[in-house]
């Protein structure tokens, strides 16, 4: 990434930030590249790298891992045709939801794109479709629930022991029975798991991955050849909030990996990972224009329009996810002295909507600029509705012959898109405007 002070300043020189865009959202495009290519130096090459859509499903950004050598991992009909708008051929995309549709395994089967199934009566589904697709090229496996424990953060652990993903290993019977249900179905190649994010300790990731390889081998013995070629040992890679150091990098998780399960890189199998968070989170920011501040009980409050409608996670459950505030001047200059205790709201209409609470921060003025750190996966990509705000518009950046260059790659959502998804046109009463004046939008004047 490169420095925030250097971000700021371009994008206030070109006047990126005003009263009707008061918060936007930065990629670092320079970042990502240096990221990936980390990415493929830490791991042999008999791995592929798919990027887990959910963590910023923005097209660009997609269209950019593509373009550096990934592949996609996505969880819905959304992120399929998103994927597929980026320019991911459907045999570069990984399928992988808890609660798949009869369309969705279709077309996945259909058109080959790999799936992960969750249960036994998806399975079901699946044998019937490959009756009527008996040539699909779609790699097709069960995601594994290896039931070795949560980490740090309940809502990112994914390999608990009643975890609602994947196929339970080690309830009763469990191992035998799918062994067998691999030995009947030689279309089966691939196993998956995925243990859980944020939170989740490196050691505990790669004991999971440990449950699907030794099953891998389990069922390899007992069919007498190698019908399990493909080895999918999800994302998960935890990314760290309080600096700009990167940690832990990919090349220590290899590490950890090499020890706890050494038959991953026996060159066996075809490995794929499905990072999100680890790829995108440290390459993008968010810059916010400090509106007004005020003092409250003897604590600055300082209104911003950084809030839930960008920030959920961290405004739901501030303690799991804490992220870093940066101050400057309405120049761009950075403010030093960090020994205020502020509140940092935002634009929304609830007491909880602070991005920062009881923080040490600079003093504060009305026109300022706070920068929001290590944004760039589930935060402006994942937008919540919540008093109608706007979709947060993100600009990718690159830095060529020493000046950063600004490209658009997400608009804000227009007063109009909102009124019609809101149901404008459904509205009943007559004195409901089925095209209203937009008031707002049209307002020119604005005293500086
Ligand atoms: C969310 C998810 C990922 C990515 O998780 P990160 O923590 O962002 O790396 C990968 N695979 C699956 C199946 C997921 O649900």
Redesign the pocket.
Known sequence: MHAIEEIIKSALEQKLLDDKSTVIGIMDYDGLEQTVTQLHDSFPPYFSH?F?V??NPLVSVLAKLRELGMLA?V?SPGELELSLAAGFAPTEI?F?SPTKTWSDLETCIKHGISI?MDNEQELARVDALMQKYPNSISTVGF?INPQVGAGGISS?S?ATSTSK?GYALRDEGKYEYIIQLYKDRPWMTSI?T?A???GCALELIGEAIKSIVDLAEAINQQVGYQQITKLDI??????NFDSDEVRPTFADYVRVLHKIVPNLFSGKYHVKT??????T?KNGCMITKVEYVKQSGGRQIAQTHVGVQVATRTIYLPKDWPLRVIAFDSSGNRKTSYNHVTDVGGPCCFSGDLVAKGRDLPVLESGDYLAVLDTG??YFSAHFDYNSIPTTRVFAISKRNEVISFDCIREESTMQELVIRMGANHAVSDSAKKSPQMLWQQNETVIA
């Open positions: 798919a887990a959910k963590a991992e969880a990984i992988d992960n995601r990112t994914t993903f998956h995925h859980g994010s944020q999800g994302g998960g890679l935890p990314v499905e990072f999100g968070r680890a790829i989170a996966a589930y």
